[in-house]
């Protein structure tokens, strides 16, 4: 069942089309990626979701068109966590910034502290817990920034190049913890991305490019068209580009997403 | 534009309740006319290292030196050393305030030598450094796309031609094409405009490609430091303090683990195909013999 679909979607910045009759359905609890080059609409995208756009389409979330009556409770349970996360803080130490949106819908302290325990435990967030958000590292923000929308309990997560800044090693942590998360509570996730790297873990990718869908396709059969995605200026995953070089002189037969994998696959 | 760290410490809310360490005792020499490249994991001290370069923050203990500048020098004049070290943050283009990109990559200039009557063509000479000819001069910055965005944000530093140019994750949030492209750009400035650049990224296959030498920071402190074929070469010292390994540099680590074979220095991935490809036929070849 979807829980999102967007149907019809036209948008223009002054005389430039970003979509023209564009349309998207997304299944509950699904992990859906949707990558492109810069400039292939993604942020457009996120921002018409979140409300902060105008546009013209028959948007339905949760059953619900996504209008000016049905905002606030649809914008309730999504939480959208964006590429820079230093235009959202609020408060002066990482716990009040967990805390605020809880404390605004008026939920019991007990329960926020809880809450605070549990995300900060899963992300990892323990030791940071007192430092004032505007004084991490841009790695440190983005992992908060998560935090916070983790913490509302959303039936979607929409992430916007929010693992930008974060090293490659914590990355594939998170990424793995959301698939769990994702799995676990059935949180629909919705993942804007130019790095394909970072779709691993999704159920789903699609790639956009000037407004358009050009690939949709199952994880990870979808990388058969690696070519595609190269030409529209996307960086395929190290090890796809590897295996592609390597069965053009046949030392393997087929595609492998996990570097060990491959080299056992190279040797065996 | 040599840079010398002499015994640098840094940190935060300095000598207060909470004081937050981000650098001890860094001693370093970043070498004139190379690229340099600074990782390590997140909260590692990188980006700080690079405040400091800027005179951006001071250091609360030591010395930094660049080029004919002592930052520790009382009265120091901030105005001429801006003007040969160039600082490009992470995500520059959001610091955009211009309606065009001709007057966006003016502005320095216009502050710097306010009687210079050559603006326009100096404009035009650093977007063709930067790759964008002379008809971006009109169009508002914002209307471009990421890629160029942070190609004019580049040449908006490079029109002061600093010597010492420091970026602070140049590649992050481009595509693969606009990606390439800046590295070409990179390495260019260095070749033909013998700039000295400094960069802070955990992009660290692109950075295998495009540096001479890399530092690797870890809870503000030097792990190892060095031209990139000897840091790169200790695997092990790397994942130990959570810097990033360049994928080809994994891959011939797994190879040399599982068979014993050493690759030898191979600096992309071309390379790492065509060793892997011969290295199999030279074994056929003797297990034939």
Known sequence: MAILSINNLTFRYKNKFVFDNFNLEVERGSWVTIAGPNGAGKTTLVKILAGLEKSYADITIFNKPLNKKNMYDIRREIGFVFDNPDNFFACETVEDELAFSLENLGVFPNTIKKKIKDVAKILKLDDLLKENPCDLSGGEKQKVALATALMLEPRILVLDEALLMIDVKERDEILKTLKEYNKQKRVTILSFTHNLEEAIYSDRLIILNKGVITIDGAFPEVFSEERVMRKIGLEVPFAIELSEKLKVYNIIDHMELDLERLVSLIWK | ?289
Do not use: W
């Open chain 2, 1 to 289: 534009m040599e840079v010398i760290f002499k015994d640098v410490s840094f940190s935060y809310n300095y000598k207060m309740e909470n004081e937050k360490v981000a650098l001890k005792n860094i001693n370093l020499c970043f070498e004139s006319n190379l690229i340099h490249g600074i990782i390590g994991p997140i909260g590692s001290g990188k980006s700080t290292m690079l405040e400091l370069m800027n005179g951006i923050s001071l250091p609360t203990k030591g010395e930094i030196i660049i080029g004919k500048y002592n930052l520790n020098k009382k009265n120091f004049n901030f105005n001429k050393f801006r003007y040969d070290v160039g600082l490009v943050y992470q995500f520059p283009e959001k610091q955009f305030f211009c309606n065009t990109v001709g007057e966006e990559v003016a502005f320095a200039e216009k502050i710097f030598s306010p009687k210079n009557k050559n603006i326009k063509s100096k404009v035009i000479k650093v977007l063709k450094m930067v790759g964008l000819d002379e008809s971006y001069i009109s169009r508002s910055p914002f209307s471009l796309n990421g890629g160029e965005k942070r190609r004019v944000a580049i040449a908006s530093v490079l029109i002061s031609n600093p010597k010492l140019l420091i970026m602070d994750e140049p590649t992050i949030g481009l595509d693969n094409n606009s990606k390439k492209r800046l590295m070409r750009m990179l390495k260019k400035l260095k070749t033909m405009y013998s700039k000295t650049i400094i960069i802070v990224t955990h992009d660290v296959d692109m950075l295998y490609e495009i540096v001479d030498n890399v530092v690797v920071l870890n809870k503000g402190e030097v792990v190892v430091e060095g031209n990139k074929l000897n840091v790169f070469a200790n695997v092990e010292l790397l994942e130990k303090n959570k810097a990033p390994v360049p994928n080809v540099v994994k891959v011939e680590k797994m190879i040399y683990d599982k068979t014993g074979i050493d690759l030898g220095y191979l600096p992309d991935m071309n390379s790492l195909v065509r060793a892997i490809k011969e290295t199999k036929e030279e074994l056929e070849v003797v297990s034939y013999e």
